[in-house]
């Protein structure tokens, strides 16, 4: 991946995501400023895995990651509110079903 | 100073520190879970201290200067490389640089913990802070590359590109050292440094494929370096001894793997090794250029004026 430096000598941002531990998921742990993607790997080891964080580390381009719009909360995360038969707690369950 | 680490221990020094680790963390693979982030398990200068304290190890004459040797290099490098922080070119390289300094203190730490369980005109074992604060210029015994003046960032990225390489085939071959603890610290210092060595090459390889100016910069660097690598692998009958009794290796030994390994990273750069006179050196030897005072200047001026200081 080639990310192409910025005007005024400005390295571009990357986001980091590093995995704890074998069997769980690399969780965003912050963002950091490289001239590469190379480089941003070392710099996310310097800056994020120096307390035995991390078994693994991803680093994204910033500018590659679309994000949801904060003002859209209502319309984007609101509406599942009250739906509680989208929750399987909802259900009673039925007689006789073994293993739920 | 007369203090021994059992009296240090006593009046809350490291051998407190390492009893208060081992005895409370639990820091062990046994107690290891995919949450909890735990500190690992490494040999720290603690242990190393620990062990001399109690007598479990004992570095002969030749081994604790030799020792004494290596912690001088790696401490006056974290000393100069320190210096960057909140100097460099970015935040991020800030926090780089500043942790390969603390890695070379961890290593510095280390060696002289154990180099002082023989050392002492008094016949009493030195701790850490009394060979790193209270021994004077022609009493240390790094080379004169360590010393050097940091420059501008491709002088002293050139300085980690020789450094970190040599390092890394020194640190190799003493992980096979018929001194246990020698062999200990080589192997725990071989991993970092090996970081070390990545890190340079990746901005060697940078600066020099980058702007002209950053090429320009990056050829002067090395330029100003090469001049002190010679020294770095320079025999001497402290080396001969400890070779013969496989306790170290003689450093020309490491020269043909560092030439081939810089090699091919210079050469992937298009840089050329600079043609230029070995100094004469004598670091080893107690003979400084005149660099190494300010250095120690700095470094010891806290310890020498509150003794004991701690914080």
């Not at chain 2, 922080?85 to 935040?91: F, G, M, T, V």
């Not at chain 2, 340079?200 to 090429?215: F, K, N, P």
């Not at chain 2, 320079?234 to 020269?255: K, Q």
């Not at chain 2, 230029?276 to 004026?305: C, D, F, I, N």
């Amino acid at each position: 991946m080639t990310t192409e430096p910025q005007a005024g000598n400005v390295w571009p941002i990357w986001e980091v995501f590093v995995r704890s531990s074998r069997g769980l998921s690399h969780v965003h742990a912050g963002s950091l400023h490289a001239p590469d993607a190379a480089m941003a790997l070392r710099n996310a080891r310097d800056l994020y895995t120096r307390r035995n964080e991390g078994v693994s580390i991803w680093v994204v381009p910033a500018e590659a990651i679309a994000s949801s719009d904060p003002d859209a909360k209502g319309s984007f995360f609101e509406s599942p509110q009250g739906k509680d038969y989208r929750h399987a707690t909802y259900y009673t369950k039925s007689e006789g079903v073994k293993h739920l | 100073m007369s203090t021994t680490p059992e009296t240090a221990a006593e009046t809350g020094g490291h051998g407190d520190i390492s009893v208060g680790v081992q005895g409370a963390s639990g820091s062990g693979e046994a107690t290891a879970s995919a949450t909890r982030i735990t500190p690992g398990n490494a040999l720290r200068p603690e242990d190393i201290a620990l062990a001399v304290s109690r007598g479990t190890a004992k570095p002969s004459e030749d081994v604790a200067e030799f020792a004494l040797r290596l912690g001088d290099d790696a401490l006056v490098l974290a000393q100069r490389l320190g210096h960057w922080i909140s100097r460099a070119p970015e935040l991020e390289e800030d926090i780089a640089l500043g942790n390969i300094a603390l890695d070379q203190l961890g290593h510095a730490r280390s060696f002289l913990s154990y180099a002082g369980g023989a050392l002492g005109e008094d016949g009493t074992a030195r701790s850490e802070d009394d060979l790193a604060y209270f021994r004077s210029e022609p009493e240390f015994r790094s080379v004169e590359i360590f010393e050097l003046p940091n420059g501008d960032f491709a002088v002293t990225i050139a300085r980690q590109f020789v450094v970190s390489y040599y390092q890394f085939e020194l640190y190799s071959r003493l992980t096979q050292s018929t001194d246990a603890t020698l062999a200990g610290i080589a192997a725990k210092a071989v991993k970092e440094v090996d970081y070390h060595r990545d890190h340079s090459a990746q901005w060697v390889l940078r600066l020099a494929q980058g702007t002209d100016e950053s090429r320009e910069k990056m050829i002067h660097g090395f330029k100003v370096i090469w001049p002190y690598v010679d020294e770095l692998f320079r025999d001497d009958e402290l080396t001969a001894r400890l070779s013969e009794a496989g306790a170290a290796v003689e450093p020309s030994s490491l020269r043909a793997n560092f030439d081939r390994l810089t090699g091919e990273v210079l050469a992937e750069a298009e840089l050329e090794v600079p043609n230029v006179q070995p100094t004469p050196g004598g670091g080893r030897k107690g003979l400084h250029s005149e660099h190494l005072g300010y250095l120690l200047a700095e470094m010891q001026v806290l310890a020498r004026e509150y003794p004991g200081a701690s914080w």
